[in-house]
């Protein structure tokens, strides 16, 4: 199985008059947005499940892929990692599944399927972690086989 997360890309400040489920993408959100999903899109398996959270950021994120997701409210605001994971069916999927979501969840998953502990690990605005599931001699890993983000495809 691969699990990809991705982060959404810079959105707007939030705050009073503005809650984080209805901030957009700035301007350089969407360059950043575009960027990775040119790199992204064909490198991802077919018939990738894809799954966003219901704010604007994660959905304006995942649509320029121009492929079709789910809006999956499990990976919200408030999500933890049993609920990413839960949602991904990892590692049991049989497929690919890139969930397009929020810090500092990703972060979190990211530093339990490495480190076998949650810790508050940095994923940057934009950025891409790409995992993969395996069995070696007996024993199954995950394997990091990517960490991408939009400054460094410039």
């Known amino acids: ?4 997360l991705w982060r959404h890309a810079e959105a707007e400040e939030g705050g009073v008059n503005l ?3 209805k901030r957009r993408l700035t301007a350089r959100g969407d360059k950043q947005a575009h960027e990775m999903a040119k790199w992204l899109k064909p490198r991802l398996p077919k018939k990738t499940r894809i799954l966003v959270s219901p704010a604007s950021s994660t ?3 995942a649509h320029v892929l121009a492929l079709p997701f789910e809006v999956e409210p499990k990976i919200g605001f408030g999500a933890d990692t049993a ?5 991904a069916s990892w590692p049991e999927h049989s ?3 890139l969930l397009v979501g929020h810090q500092p969840t990703l972060g979190r998953l990211a530093a339990l399927l490495l480190a ?6 940095s994923v940057k605005k934009g950025a891409v972690w790409w995992f993969s599931r395996r069995s070696r001699e007996g024993r199954d890993q995950t394997v990091l086989r990517a960490v991408m983000n939009p400054e460094m495809l410039r």
């Open 59 to 61: 959905q304006q994120t």
């Open 83 to 87: 609920d990413l994971i839960a949602a």
């Open 116 to 121: 076998g502990s949650e810790a508050d690990w």
């Open 19 to 21: 809650p984080d489920a």
């Open 1 to 4: 199985m691969d699990l990809i």
């Open 95 to 97: 497929g690919a599944v």
